[in-house]
């Protein structure tokens, strides 16, 4: 495959696409420019990326890169990222993203002791500073029937599909600092977000921090996320819908001053439907979420639309609520969940927690229906697998 490589002087390079509505590769070059104030190291010097790429993108250990706009890998290309490598994005917010399309796969290998970070170019960086990590494929959801696709929220790209072992390429020890730049109140960016992404690609320690809107959210699809941290996200921390059914394996949640849920699930995308007739149904293990303290007024966990999960050793410390779970009898059946044993929680343990369970759904079950284990639970051991390449 072909590999771009790029002078240091100042060029606008325009490769003509295809006659389908794909849009042209801009690769646009300003290090010179941008590096006028005395730099003269080849170091100093940004290669500015965006546009759609058609080809394969392999950036370069020696090189500095910049994100200033979207960058959209094609169907059929691999965007490759070098281990220990940091991608600025421009400080411009939603507008500025990677996005990896359906077909195309992204393969960021990082270590711990070499990890790969995309980050905001603020000389005082800000969560919402930009967008984020997109990855897009053709795994279920279900908002859609059979091998139809619906529409991501951001760049407005196909997702889903009938493959559950498609794969999207490969992310380890990567860390995405500072996004959630929001389009309107409507289409905001994550972190990572996954649509639709199935369960041949590799995902494993990452981490999303500071970010203004949600840290890992994940829209239908069937991959397997493993070691997942998130500090600091100002919406929600973990969020899934459209019918996720992937496991989280080993996660922890940390709540800043600005949060908002640890995680919340959401059985299908109550915005659109559940065409495909089942619901989010994720089993995540070794879970550690710590909160503000039982004052603040907020819930650990919220449940709703239906969804369902197994929940296998969990530490919850610093909430007024530990789940919250919320439906009704019709499109919404939470509690039809707890009651038939697909929604449930196994070997917990409350650390300041007020209230363990508030059921707002249309059943009536008891807390040692859904929680069983209560005191068990140790959550995950973030301080071993999460030294060295997360930040707090």
Known sequence: MKKFILGISLVSVLFSCSTDDTSDIIINDNSTVNNNNGGSNDTDECIYLSGTYVEDLTLDADKCYKVNGSLIMAEGTTLTVPAGMTVEALAAGANVYIAISQGARIIANGTAAKPIVFTSDASSPAAGDWGGLILL?????????????STSEIASL???????????????????????????????????????????????????????????????????????????????????????????????????????????????????SNAAGYFSKPTVNNLTIIGLGSATGNEAIRLRAGTQGIFNNVLIEGFTEGFDLDGDAGNNPTGAGVLSGDLSVTDITFTDVTLNMKNDTAETFTEAEFISGNGNGTGTDYATWGASWTVE
């Open 158 to 272: 196909p997702f889903g599909g009938a493959d559950a072992a498609d794969n999207s390429g490969s992310l380890r020890y990567v860390r995405v600092e500072y996004s959630g730049g929001a389009a309107d109140g409507q289409s905001e960016n994550n972190g990572f977000s996954f649509y639709g992404v199935g369960n041949g690609t590799t995902v494993e320690y990452i981490q999303a921090y500071e970010g203004k809107d949600d840290g890992v959210e994940f829209f239908g699809g069937t991959v397997n996320a493993s070691y997942v941290s998130v500090v600091n996200a100002q919406d929600d921390s973990i969020d899934w819908t459209e019918g996720y059914t992937g496991t989280i394996t080993h996660a922890y949640i940390k709540h800043g001053a600005s949060h908002d849920k640890g995680i919340e699930a959401d059985g299908y995308n109550t915005d659109f």
């Open 137 to 149: 494929g053709k795994a279920p959801i279900n908002s859609v029937t059979g091998t139809s696709t």
